[in-house]
């Protein structure tokens, strides 16, 4: 099992920034990459961003985020952070942090228990 505590949630204006962190604990060994979810009310859960805990770190971002949001990893610490800037009342949603194990059919997901990013106009 792999536990996962996320922080830095909170209530912005539009055009400001946040930034989110999520630390794994537990059986990390076997993860393949971090990620971020979000889900806005009424909404399903959408990707984010994630990132690969491999040697090449690569990165994947929702259209909707690219060029504003940016996720970075600390392996030592198995802690990834996700930099939101030049929010958006849009962006306002329920962030979860997702770890994964395996791959394809044989990944298993992780979910921390979501923070709230709140973005007024």
């Known amino acids: 099992q792999v536990q996962l505590v996320e922080s830095g949630g909170g209530l912005v204006q539009a055009g400001g920034s946040l930034r989110l962190s999520c630390a794994a604990s537990?059986?990390?060994?076997?993860?393949?990459?971090m990620g971020w979810y979000r889900q806005a009310l009424g909404t399903q859960r959408e990707l984010v961003a994630s990132i690969t805990f491999d040697s090449t770190g690569a990165t994947n971002y929702a259209p909707s985020v690219k060029g504003r949001f940016t996720i970075s990893r600390d392996i030592a610490k198995n802690t990834v952070y996700l930099q939101l800037s030049d929010l958006e009342p849009e962006d306002t949603a329920v962030y979860y942090c997702?770890?994964?194990?395996?791959?394809?059919?044989?990944?298993?997901?992780?979910w921390g228990q979501g923070t709230q990013v709140s973005v007024t106009s």
């Open positions: 997702n770890a994964y194990t395996g791959v394809a059919r044989g990944r298993k997901n992780y």
């Open positions: 537990g059986n990390t060994l076997f993860m393949n990459g």
